[in-house]
Structures are given as C-alpha cells and as structure tokens.
C-alpha cells in the first residue's frame, strides 16, 4: 500500500493516473468548535481567548449590555473582554458543551464538569448556549453547502455527509477542490470555520474530517488505510461506543489495525454474528452505505410569537407587517431552495392558547412574496379575530420543484379553471403586481 499524505496528495501527479472513471468519493462535514463559535460571531472581541459555552440562561446578554454599574445600554462589540463572565468565578454545576480551539489547549472539553474545568483554565469565558441561534446558523450552512452539492445528509446540528462522486469539482485532487469552495463559500455567508474530510466511503470521511481541524481538508484514499486509519483507536469508529470500546480492550484490541489482524470468526465468537461481521468490515474500510438525501420537504413554513398578545384591530398595522414579513419569508425560503407551492395556510394562536389554521389551494404554483401575501390574506377572512393573538405563522405546502411542476389542465384541474372565472383568489393571483398585499384584506391585517 502506499501512503499517501493528505497534504501532498493533493498535489501529487497521482490522482490523474488513477484509473480511467470516476471513484467514490464521499465527505463528512463538521463545523469547528460550532456553538462557541456562534457566539464569537456575536462577541468578535473575544476571538482567540479561552471560551467556553456552558450554564445557565442568556441573561448574561443583559447584564453585559448595561454595562459594569448598570448604566446605559452598549454595543455588543464594544463590551470590553474584562467585563465577562470568568470560568473561575461560575458558581453551580453544570457540564461544558463545547470549547475554543484555545480553551481545549487547557484541557477543557466537551462534556467536562465546570468545577474541574475552572481549575484546568479559570480565565476561560463562559458563555450559555443560544439555541435559536446555533438552529439558525445549522440551517444556514446546509442550505450553502446543498446549492453546492446537493446530495447530502443531515447527520445532525454540526455535521453532515456529502456525496462528492458526481459534482463538479468532486473528483479533482481526490474531492480537494470541492471541499475548499464548500468551506470558503460556508465561511463567506456564515462567518463560520468547518472541517472536511473526503474519503471512499461515509466511514472514512467521519474519521477523516478530525485529522486536520480546524479549518482543515483532509482526503483519504483507499491506500491510506494502512498509514492513517489502522494506528486510531478503535472508538474512532463511528458505532464503536465506551462498551464496546473496553470489551475491545479488555481482549487486548486498541487500534483498528489489531482490529483488522483478528479473525472474523473470532470476533463473531465475542460480539455475535452481525456485529462481529461488522467490525471485521470497517477495520478494513468498508462501508458501502449510501448517502441518503433528506425526502422531499412536504412543507414550508415560518411563524413568530409575540413579545406581547396583538390585537387584530388595535394592533392593525404591527400584524398587518409581521404577517407581510412571514409571508416574503417563505416565499424567500420557497425560492432558495427551488420550490413553488400551490396551497398557501395560515395558523393563529390565541391568548388562550387555543389554535386556528386554514388554507386555501390555488390553481396555480408560486412562489411570489405577493401571491403568497394574498391567498394567506384570504384565509385571514376564514378565522375569527376578535381575540389577542399571540402567535402568527404562514405555510405552503402541496409542494413542487421549480420547473417540475405539474401543469394543472387535466381533468382534475378543470373546475380550478373554472373556478378562475369567479372574483377570487385566482382572479388575484392573475394579476398580483406587488401591491404590498393589503388590498382585500385590508380590513383585517
Ligand atoms: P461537535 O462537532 O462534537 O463539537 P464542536 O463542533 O464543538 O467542536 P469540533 O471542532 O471538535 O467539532 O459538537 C457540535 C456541537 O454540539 C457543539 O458545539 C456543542 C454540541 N454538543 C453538546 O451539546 N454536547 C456534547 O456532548 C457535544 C460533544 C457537543
Ligand atoms: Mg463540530
Ligand atoms: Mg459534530
């Protein structure tokens, strides 16, 4: 076998004298560091300390905000680094969620206890997590990576598979260039740093994708076993747990390459049949499991809860935007990830917590700002109004890819057509011209 370094690799002559077609080549994606890094987006000043994330509430935002004595409100980015909270002076239990780069030189890590943590690094920042915001970023970087490469599969908040083989880029310097314009097109919408690893199969990308964090790329051919994946340790394997991982060494197995040397049989013999198996393949590298895309969306929607209960009169004009804004979102949402719609709902939530949706079909698909502000307008005039409102969302759904649509003339789309005749929503969507979508609806919100 030959070794192959990441790094050289890539500029080795060697991949274009591989054999005639194209190979495998399938990567893990996995955000650096990624909910102190989202709050490093929120905090620049802090970039390059110690931080961790961890504890309580996000009242600390406040307390920062205001400033030392409680005085005055402050821009975020002018919050001296003095003025934060300090690992040394957390009090509480609690364990640590993730760490920068410059805190794990410390020793603190993921799932580290906070007392022992303060005393491996007490001058570390300790910031709590913003799960609508790591949510938002989540979205964001996969959405920038599948208008890059479609075929992906969520493996969950961080972290994703991507099939390589067919997309341009995909092959050359073994997935290399693909996965720079990935990373840098992810930094440039983000603000935020991930790691690729590229590989023959789903099992190698995952191991892959550590070598070289952060920021890093790192390509694994099939030769590479031998040199780069047969010296880790077992639990390097994804599926490999803490159990299994001790039974492994209790028999005297450390590595995937003492994994490797034992035989197949033997190892059914300790762990069962399947499970012996599967070992026995993924210490020699074989997975030949799919990337599996997400199924289709069904739908797309977006609400908001209020700071405080609207009402649909006195409230008029505050509801009347926040519904325009939630419309021109989904619309946007529909368009960037190449969808139209033709049923366009709406759902209400009430002081009382009670709910109401309706929705209404159109005869044709969009996915107009406009055309959605209406036909969501037209619901609006199917519920009841005269409680607070504490909740507004807009939904599209009977979904189709832009251009896939089907073309709504056959028989089952005639009394649509006839429909269109009428004043109605279909009169409208003719000839919707962006009129800011009050119209009709203007008596309402
Ligand atoms: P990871 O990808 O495991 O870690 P990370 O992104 O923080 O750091 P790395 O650069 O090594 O990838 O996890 C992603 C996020 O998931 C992490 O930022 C915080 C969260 N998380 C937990 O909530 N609990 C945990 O035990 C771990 C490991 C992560
Ligand atoms: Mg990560
Ligand atoms: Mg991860």
Redesign the pocket.
């Given at each position: 076998m030959t070794a192959l370094d990441p790094d050289t690799a890539a500029h080795s002559p060697a991949a274009p004298a591989r054999p005639e077609g194209t190979l495998r080549r399938i990567a893990h994606l996995?955000?650096?560091?990624?909910?102190?890094?989202v709050e490093l987006l929120r905090y620049p000043q802090l970039k390059g300390l110690p931080v961790v994330?961890g504890g309580g509430r996000r009242k600390v935002d406040e307390l920062l905000l205001q400033g030392p004595d409680g005085e005055g409100l402050r821009e975020r980015h002018f919050i001296p680094v003095e003025d934060f909270p300090l690992l040394k002076d957390y009090v509480g239990r609690g364990?640590i969620?993730?760490?920068t780069?410059p805190a794990r030189q410390f020793g603190v890590g993921?799932?580290m206890g906070m007392m022992k943590a303060a005393k491996l690094c007490p001058q570390a920042i300790v910031l709590p997590?913003d799960f609508d915001e790591v949510r938002r970023f989540s979205r964001l970087f996969k959405s920038t990576i599948m208008d890059i490469a479609p075929v992906m599969q969520d493996r969950?908040?961080?972290?994703v598979y991507i099939d390589f083989t067919d997309v341009p880029g995909g092959q050359r310097e073994g997935g290399r260039v693909l996965a720079r314009l990935i990373q840098k097109s992810i930094f440039d919408v983000t603000g935020l740093t991930c790691?690729i690893g590229v590989a023959p199969n789903r099992l190698l990308a995952k191991m892959a994708s550590?070598f070289n964090?952060?920021n890093g790329i790192s390509i694994v051919y099939e030769e590479d076993l031998q040199s780069k994946i047969w010296p880790l340790h077992v639990r390097k394997i994804n599926g490999i747990g803490p159990k299994a991982g001790e039974k492994l060494a209790r028999l005297g197995i450390e590595t995937i390459g003492q994994l490797a040397a034992q035989d197949e049989q033997w190892l059914m013999g300790h762990f069962g049949k399947s499970t012996g198996a599967w070992m026995h393949r993924v210490s020699w590298g074989r997975d030949d499991s799919p990337v599996v895309t997400e199924s289709e969306p069904v739908s797309m929607s977006r609400e908001t809860t209020f700071d405080r209960d609207l009402h649909a009169v006195r409230d008029r004009a505050e509801l009347s935007a926040i519904f325009t804004d939630l419309c021109m979102r989904v619309a946007e949402d529909l368009k960037r990830k190449g969808y139209v719609a033709r049923t366009i709902g709406i759902k209400l939530r009430y002081d009382d917590f009670k709910i109401a949706t309706r929705d209404h079909t159109a005869p044709i698909y969009t996915a107009d700002g406009a055309t959605i502000r209406q036909l969501a307008g037209q619901c609006l005039k199917r519920v009841p109004l005269d409680k607070r409102l504490r909740l507004l969302g807009v939904r599209a759904s009977t979904l189709a890819r832009l251009g896939e649509e089907p073309v709504l003339e056959t028989r089952t789309a005639a009394p649509l057509d006839a429909r269109r005749r009428k004043p109605g929503a279909a009169d409208r969507l003719g000839g919707q011209s962006g009129s800011g979508g009050s119209g009709g609806t203007a008596s309402l919100f």
């Open positions: 996995d955000m650096d560091a990624f909910f102190a890094s994330i364990v969620t993730t760490a780069y993921s799932a997590v969950g908040v961080d972290e790691s550590e964090k952060p």
